[in-house]
């Protein structure tokens, strides 16, 4: 048994929270609003991010940071990525946090003042070694983990027998967990697949059907490939629950909160009015603008990353997006030096 802290009590870190205890921990659900954690203590239930799950009593809500870090094994950070930075220096100035202990990403995004992956943002604000950080990520909706249905992950980081010992505490038997040490290539994997989520979203918005979206997928792993190659990960990753598998799921998910959004912009919406109805956070239009800045800035082809952009944030229509897409230059599909996992 562990104890760990999950820092975030949206509704991916209260289902992680719930099946953290559920494989035999002891777990913290820490958040920083009272109006949130409130309820969750008195009510066992998070109506406002996991409306109809029962929380087990044993799951410990709290706004106290330093009680709920207090000898912790691990720490789960499952926050916004524009705030990543915020709430790791807060945790690492934290008196009662053990200085060896894990820090495992559980956020999918970027890094929004430098691109990178989130373990570089936290490596960096929090001094920590390498060996400390791990990302838990893979296609993992939090509705039906929260309702124990069963799920696979992967926990990428250093090949140490610390990484064997929390992947044996973090399974059980409705959650499955990989391992990779591919933490860039893992990373990047899942922020950039929200991205293509949103123009998969968009097709469904403009009811195009379903031949493109699987072209779609096909075409966002090549620019999923080429950026992760160049941020010195690996293509082959793609291939794993990080990629191919987050990627599937998130793109034809009545749950994705990005294909969602892509609908509503398909569907004639503004980004702005859809974002303002959301309660949770759409992780790909952060990592929409990322994206697009840095592959310009290293030169990285990313055509969908490219109209995305464009429609999300200077009013290209929809339809016209698609269409630049479709009438691009004939090209080959696998590139002369390039996998077929990740070609263009």
Same mark, same amino acid.
């Given at each position: 048994m562990l104890k760990i802290a999950?820092?975030?009590?949206?509704?991916?870190?209260?289902?992680?929270?719930?099946?953290?205890?559920?494989?035999?921990?002891?777990? @913290?659900?820490?958040?920083?609003?009272?109006?949130?954690?409130? #309820?969750?203590?008195?009510?066992?239930?998070?109506?406002?991010?996991?409306? $109809?799950?029962?929380? #087990?009593?044993?799951?410990?809500?709290?706004? %106290?940071?330093?009680?709920?870090?207090?000898?912790?094994?691990?720490?789960?950070?499952?926050?916004?990525?524009?705030?990543?930075?915020?709430?790791s220096l807060r945790i690492s100035q934290c008196p009662t946090l053990p200085p060896?202990?894990?820090w495992i990403l559980?956020?999918?995004?970027? %890094?929004?003042?430098?691109?990178?992956?989130?373990?570089?943002?936290?490596?960096?604000? &929090?001094?920590?070694?390498?060996?400390?950080? @791990? &990302?838990?990520?893979?296609?993992?909706? &939090?509705?039906?983990?929260?309702?124990?249905?069963?799920?696979?992950?992967?926990?990428?980081?250093?090949?140490?027998?610390r990484r064997k010992q929390?992947?044996?505490?973090?399974?059980?038997?409705?959650?499955?967990?990989?391992?990779? %040490?591919?933490?860039? $290539?893992?990373?990047l994997g899942v922020a950039m697949k929200n991205v293509i989520a949103l123009a998969a979203g968009i097709c469904d918005g403009l009811g195009l059907g379903d031949n493109i979206k699987g072209a779609l997928l096909s075409r966002g792993l090549a620019e999923m490939g080429r950026f992760i190659e160049a941020h010195g990960g690996r293509r082959e990753t793609l291939l794993g629950l990080a990629g191919v598998g987050d990627l599937v799921t998130t793109c034809f998910s009545e749950h994705s909160r990005n294909r969602f959004v892509g609908q509503k912009i398909g569907e004639g919406k503004s980004l702005q009015e859809i974002l303002a109805e959301m309660v949770q956070v759409s992780e790909g239009v952060h990592t929409t603008r990322t994206l697009h800045t840095l592959s310009l800035d290293r030169n990285v082809e990313m055509p969908i990353t490219s109209k995305v952009y464009a429609t999300l944030f200077e009013d290209l229509d929809a339809r016209e997006a698609i269409r630049d897409l479709m009438t691009r230059d004939p090209a080959h599909e696998i590139r002369k030096g390039e996998v077929d996992v990740a070609s263009s």
């Open positions: 999950v820092i975030g009590c949206g509704s991916w870190g209260t289902a992680l929270g719930k099946a953290l205890l559920e494989s035999g921990n002891e777990v @913290f659900l820490w958040g920083h609003l009272e109006e949130e954690i409130h #309820p969750i203590q008195k009510e066992l239930e998070n109506r406002k991010y996991l409306p $109809g799950v029962s929380l #087990p009593a044993k799951l410990q809500a709290t706004t %106290d940071l330093e009680k709920a870090l207090e000898n912790c094994d691990a720490l789960l950070l499952v926050v916004p990525s524009p705030v990543i930075r915020e709430v060896k202990a894990a559980a956020s999918k995004g970027l %890094d929004p003042e430098t691109g990178h992956p989130l373990s570089e943002a936290i490596a960096n604000t &929090a001094s920590l070694s390498p060996e400390q950080i @791990f &990302a838990l990520v893979g296609p993992s909706h &939090a509705e039906e983990v929260a309702k124990q249905m069963p799920t696979a992950l992967v926990l990428a980081g250093p090949d140490t027998p929390l992947q044996e505490n973090i399974s059980n038997d409705y959650l499955r967990v990989y391992v990779n %040490d591919d933490l860039t $290539g893992s990373q």
